[in-house]
């Protein structure tokens, strides 16, 4: 049954899953009704926190989101995650891996999870992630978080997108952390070392904590620093919002939205 964009619009904001799920489909094949549900949707009262969660591949992005999920529910809150797959525009890209990591979640009615593939587009998040994130926005999830693979031009997209951006890196990197110095490292305000518990990590940490203002340390699949980090984004919301930066944040964000929801 197709329904009408004003319907769709009703469901979304009633946090009605399947109808989100529809919409963000719409949205990804760019058809029309989707760009009328976006036009019909009226953004919740109680601004949700959005947070990127960047990182090289393998850094353990995923796992971390999956305890954080765990904990943020714990704490009564709704847990809209995006999962932007840079990968394969041959298959179109859902990623199995995050599914699989997330699928405990599967079943709670106040979890959202959505991998979304970018389809070639430049850059690392889907023209559609911008998108998805009004959807939920709309939907009243408490917290948001948008994975991406912060490689190249990714970790710019993420910075416009999130208001609060953790980088994600592992023990062992060496010249890769000064490589990524120029970008993932200076636009995160939080930086995790996740995989505490490799060997040179103790070293990767000193390293890290000589360059940047702001680092934890994480062992995600043993739930260790996950607590830390829920207080720490807490900690940077309640800033954001005493200071007000998120507002200048946000329309920066319309005004790019704006600038590409044309192209
Ligand atoms: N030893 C150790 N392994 C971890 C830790 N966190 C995650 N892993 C493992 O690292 C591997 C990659 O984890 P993911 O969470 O898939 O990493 P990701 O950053 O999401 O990977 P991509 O989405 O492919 O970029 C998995 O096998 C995890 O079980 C950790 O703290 N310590
Ligand atoms: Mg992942």
Redo the contacts with the bound molecule.
């Keep these: 049954m197709r329904l009408d964009a004003a319907t769709l619009a009703e469901q979304v904001a009633k946090v009605d899953v399947r109808a989100i799920a529809r919409v963000m489909s719409l949205i990804e094949n760019r058809d029309p009704v989707g760009t009328a549900v976006l036009a019909q949707l009226t953004p919740s009262r109680a601004q949700a926190s959005v947070i990127g969660i960047t ?10 989101i999956d305890q954080l999920i765990t904990a943020y529910r714990r704490l009564g809150q709704k847990v809209g995650v995006l999962a932007v797959d840079i990968s394969s525009p041959i298959t179109g890209g859902a ?1 199995l ?2 599914r699989i ?1 997330m699928q405990q979640h599967a079943d709670d009615p106040k979890v959202f999870i959505r991998s979304m593939a970018t389809r070639g587009h430049q850059g690392g998040l889907a023209h559609a992630t911008g998108e998805a994130l009004r959807v939920l926005e709309a939907a009243a999830y408490d917290m948001i978080l948008i ?1 991406t ?1 912060g490689v190249g031009q990714n970790e710019l997209d993420i910075v416009q997108i999130a208001p609060i951006v953790v980088a ?1 890196v592992a023990p062992g990197l060496g010249d890769e952390i000064q490589a990524m110095k120029a970008g993932l490292l200076e636009v995160a305000d939080i930086v995790v070392m ?5 060997e040179g990590a103790d070293r990767t940490m000193r390293d890290l904590q000589a360059q940047c203002r702001m680092v934890l340390r ?5 739930d260790e620093g996950i607590l830390e980090l829920i207080a720490v984004i807490a900690e940077y919301r309640r800033i954001q919002d005493l200071n007000g930066s998120r507002c200048g944040k946000t329309t920066e964000r319309l005004v790019q939205r704006g600038a590409t929801s044309g192209s």
């Excluded at 990182?55 to 971390?64: D, H, I, N, Q, V």
Aim: without cysteine.
């Design positions: 990182g090289y591949p393998g850094t353990g992005k995923s796992t971390l990623v891996g995050d990591r994975e693979v994600v996740n995989k505490g518990d490799h994480t062992v995600a699949h043993r």
